[in-house]
């Protein structure tokens, strides 16, 4: 199986930044799309940034310009850089990645067990 570690989650003023960290370990043959999502209290998961294995990026229109993703293929790990963070970035943080064990099989969705980010003064 698939273990998503992550890290770096924490509390921030408003206007700071943080940088989480997830790295993948297990059985992996292959990782294709890695993201992060989050989930506020009461509110549903929703996507916040993700990247494909060659690269490219899409964010979710309320983080654009503030959050950057990357990731390091030969590390399995997944790097979300956070800045000019506001009160409404609170929630906890899940990183995400479409692997699969071996190849030739199908790809499965693993997840992180969640960091707690909060901005608040």
């Known amino acids: 199986q698939v273990q998503m570690v992550e890290s770096g989650g924490g509390l921030v003023q408003p206007g700071g930044s943080l940088r989480l960290s997830c790295a993948a370990s297990?059985?992996?043959?292959?990782?294709?799309?890695m993201g992060w999502y989050r989930q506020a209290p009461g509110k549903e998961r929703e996507l916040v940034a993700a990247?494909?294995?060659?690269?490219?990026?899409n964010y979710a229109d309320s983080v654009k310009g503030r959050f950057t993703i990357s990731r390091d293929n030969a590390k399995n790990t997944v790097y979300l850089q956070m800045n000019s963070l506001k009160p409404e970035d609170t929630a906890v943080y899940y990183c995400n990645a479409d692997a699969r064990v071996y190849f030739g099989g199908p790809y499965s969705q693993f997840w992180g067990q969640g960091t707690q980010v909060t901005v608040s003064s």
């Open positions: 990247i494909s294995s060659g690269g490219s990026t």
């Open positions: 297990g059985r992996i043959a292959s990782i294709n799309a």
